[in-house]
């Protein structure tokens, strides 16, 4: 029996319920737009086969890996890299049997619907996982890894992806993009120009950065201007890798807009590694509006994902290094922390700026009155925990009354997780669908305005707004 | 086709929907008691014909020409006047070609459903309005206006409109108020006490304006007492036009009470322009507890309407001047800021103070709790953005299990959209029967009670509450 | 007619409803473990009869008298006893007629809910509430509690209690305890460890506590070692008394982890009356830290109970005392505050920490993500005004996604009000089921599962939570 309902994530009601499935029904083959995420671009260069099951679903998969740390599942059997240099599984098969027999803790997350779906559309695979079913359900995913339709390159055209982009450093050399430029292949995998090690005075080895992003363009980043040349300079070069965007993750939405003698003395301080939290804070805020000022001559669109709090246990960060499910959303004001960048530039309909929020309270009190009448800025979809059906929902139910449909930019899915991408994308068609179904259930959209507006949320926004 | 639903905004499932019809077919006829509003007194006095269609429906509707703003459409094109004088559009015709448009930007806001009734309750259209029908929907609606039948009085009286509430300045010399009085007419027109611009130090031209009080009621109101008996004067003078109530737009929610002396050395340097932000904020918080007292005596009832950054794009406050669509809600602490006024008199029954909210997170953890419990506070409905029929409905759903039904204050529509004001009571009327619906369908109240209970959110507690 | 809908809560939509109806089915006979609450245990050591129904119902239930206060009903006349030693209604029969004539203002609230229950389903009264019924069915429960079926004994055994746990002082010598405990009597009535009165400087008294709790112990209190010794010791004693667990109720979800020289001075400092609110609450944290670490050791569980603003209104404290309905919630910050805390022991997974929240906006964005990556951080239910049905229903919808079930730990009916312990855990109970019904309608939990779950939530989570 399929673990998957068809009619998944779709109201209740049966007459509704109908007209989502009918809905869906019209966006469900349409092609992945995929503008913002993580996935590794030397898979597509080297397009060799995708290590064991627990490489590709357990080890490098933050959400899963934190549910069952929270369980008392140690960290080390999941086969996460121990900062330290310590010992850690390496028998995908024995990470594999964690993972099935504390399936459970995973019940009604995201997780287990993608995961459940992946296994299930991209392995063909219905079994529910559990200790019973670990080594068989290991063995089925593990052969299909060694055939041809299961390379990366084979999995990219099966899910129709007609553009993803991967995020590099600035300061990445972006061989392997350069490597998928000339290899012959037709898929499209385009970069995004992330700054935070060169703009952020709190990053490790902040200076060295710098000096390092001199010596890549021939620019002279000891003084502020070669520095802001030294960007235009890199974001040229990402664009010449299909880049049109950067982003930017700051742990508080704000932004500045100093005079440019102000900027100046700041970033000599910030390169000495003098600047308090106050004015690192200050200064990647000034960086946003230097960034923007240069998206108004390269097009780039500016992403800002802001509000996390970032490796919250330092045990577990001397322990297993960053990103191991420790950034925790904090409360988040949008509404001064935006404002310098608005009044500057906020009202020039040519810039794109997207914003992400990991504080839902902002929704209707702040990004989206911002967003409703701002015309460079958009609000990016629900991002990290509230990418989930939830999430989602609220975000539609919270924004569109104030922001409508046309000031948000459809769906990222924001992964590192190859195979969750078709799934991803499935969940925000379903959400969108129900709740665009029950918009005309209640007389709040027209019928026909409806079917408009589903393709406009999975396919036309997310080109329109990143350019695509 | 009509474009409206005749069961809009009832719940989906037959059962419950068929209550909500039920409920909502007690209380659709009701009169409609606005308490709260900014239509202009004029309009009742003169009862000449209202100007075009764009003059009705765009040019003053910050909701409409901010959305459009966002999506790029010039405020000049939608003949938004200019503060600095610059040209702007001026033919209506023009500007409703480029709202009909751009009208499927609105797709899902309440904008959308007010204006949809109104174009066909009002004038009996039932043309969706598009580029193609903007011509022929302007034809038609300016025709209709140039009729005896679509005079403000007119309107006024087949709206149902038992009485309603307009909004002056405490300098106003209420004479269109006095115009309506001594015309024979028999609609119902009433003032409320705005006094923002003598209460506020940082209002513009603040110490004139206070010295323009002393003239108008013959008191000095270079003393704090003198003061103080002015606003008693013209309180009174408020009251002989009708007034009910006294309102406050305040950025915070603060209240002071501080000693008569603190008070007194506070106004002074008000008065002398030299009060910091954090003082001229005091005294406003104390003035909202001044305000308080004088009510005790005269009865007004104190509305306090907080949280709004105001004009947050500064070249559009330049360029466009106030009330533009730029005032965004911030995050507003009610349990500190309330606590003085609430000390001095929130235990006092014979007081009504209604507390506007536009942070959502408030609801269920700050002002339904107070509200629950201080018989002097009652809460204000959904406020502005909150106006909306997700809104209305997380209204009650986050205030309703602490505050119960009777500490709220049945609806206000705050608009200056006269056209729009069958319409917003009728969406928050539908959205009360479907929220008391569910109740009983989830067996949480039972069903006669929940028809007595609809009628006291439609028309009961508004008149009580407002003394009206 | 029942008042009770034996379907109330469940979804609406039929097909769900029937799913919700089995899985309560399964789990509404299930035996009520009672984990945090406030009955007194006296009633269980003498077992004589409940006095008359207002001292059950009215007087000591904080959620009935606020909300009968917030619409001018004088506390005085509901019994409720005054601070200053005032006259208060004494009346049994009085109380009851202005409880039962103003019982209206409670529709659709969880107390209408819980007080219909208990009348039903205790006492077989299923008359409504009214000024007309008052009389009746006054005299109907206070027959009824003359009948040894209603001793409070009978009622533990007829309501299923297989454990409750009240919740005692630090210096409370826990005579009913024992007094339980050798009656021969088998119900299950344990105690809790609440040292607020010997941990918060700004406790009334908070010196003297410290010494008595030196005397009880036999430990030098006047030193850190000696009041950190003696904190043990009585733990031990309210463990020789079944506690499971510490509760501490904190105006802030702060913690610290202060080197102990530090702590040591500002014990000192606390001692002596001397430190600052700042002080004082860095003391509080600090305990917090200090409970935990004795925790390792003697195994019970920490619940913090953060976020009120106590005694809000000082006119009614001086006239009523504290605990009358005046504690208000507030914003609350769980990541910076807790993170001391976790820091030093979260990732410990012998421990348990419950963390309970009176600010919703911190659900998804703060204490689902933390509660999902700390293994020693579990979520207590909804607290307080959120102990209700939307409120628990919003719980569940926050938190899962991202915590998951098994990170919660069951229901607390945190009152003492006995009779509502039946209807308060039911509630609890339809919530859950109607919340499970509703993944498995919309294909985010598998049928199977949701069974498996339920019995979770209603009884195996609690139970490993409490270590019970």
Not at 286 to 308: F, K, N, P, W, Y
Not at 333 to 347: E, K, Q, S, Y
Request: aromatic share 10%.
């Amino acid at each position: 029996m399929s673990r998957l309902d068809p009619d998944r994530l779709f109201p209740l009601e049966s007459r509704i319920r109908d007209l989502a499935r009918e809905l869906y029904a019209t966006v469900h083959d349409l092609p992945i737009v995929s503008p913002h995420g993580h996935t590794d671009p030397r898979w597509f260069a080297e397009n060799t086969p995708f290590p064991d099951p627990a490489q590709l679903f357990v080890t490098p998969d933050h959400y899963v890996f934190r549910m069952l740390f929270s369980q008392g599942v140690p960290l080390e059997s999941l086969g996460v890299p121990r900062a330290d240099g310590g010992p850690t599984e390496t028998d995908g098969r024995k990470i594999w049997r964690q993972f099935a027999s504390n399936f459970h803790f995973l019940r009604a997350t995201p997780s287990q619907m993608w995961i459940e779906h992946a296994l299930q559309d991209v392995f063909g695979l219905e079994t529910p996982l559990t200790a019973e079913t670990a080594d068989s359900t290991y063995d089925h995913v593990a052969e299909c890894l060694t055939k041809p339709e299961f390379l990366p390159r084979s999995l990219f055209e099966r899910f129709s992806i007609e553009v993803i982009a991967t995020t590099e450093s600035a300061l990445d050399p972006l061989d392997w993009h350069r490597k998928i430029q000339t290899s012959g292949w037709n898929g499209r995998v385009i970069t995004a120009y992330r700054p935070d090690a060169v703009v952020d005075p709190e990053f490790e080895g902040f200076a060295a950065n710098v000096e390092q992003l001199g010596e890549l363009t021939g620019e002279d980043t000891t003084t502020w201007a070669g520095y802001l040349a030294a960007h235009r300079k890199r974001r040229e070069f990402f664009k010449s890798y299909g880049a049109t965007s950067s982003d930017h993750g700051h742990p508080t939405a704000r932004t500045e807009d100093m005079p440019q003698s102000e900027a100046t003395a700041l970033f000599t301080k910030a390169l000495s590694g003098k600047c308090s939290a106050e004015e690192a804070d200050a200064f990647r805020g000034q960086m946003l509006t230097e960034m923007a000022r240069m998206s108004l001559d390269d097009g780039l669109v500016l992403q800002i994902h802001a509000g996390s709090f970032r490796n919250h246990s330092t045990p577990m960060l001397n322990r297993f290094g960053r990103d191991k499910g420790f950034d925790i959303p904090t409360r988040t004001d949008f509404v001064r922390a935006l404002r310098p960048l608005l009044n500057a530039f906020g009202t020039d309909p040519r810039l794109s700026i997207i914003a992400f929020m990991l504080d839902e309270s902002t929704l209707s009190r702040e990004l989206a009155p911002l967003a409703g009448v701002y015309p460079a800025l958009k609000l990016g979809p629900p991002w990290w925990f509230f990418d989930s059906p939830e999430g989602m929902m609220r975000f539609r139910q919270l924004t569109t009354e104030t922001a409508g449909f046309y000031n948000t930019v459809g769906f990222n899915d924001d992964t590192r997780a190859f195979c969750s991408i078709p799934a991803r994308h499935d969940v925000a068609r379903r959400v969108d669908c129900a709740y665009l179904a029950a918009l005309v259930g209640t007389g709040r959209l027209a019928e026909a305005d409806a079917f408009e507006v589903a393709a406009d949320l999975t396919y036309r926004l997310v080109k329109q707004a990143y350019r695509l």
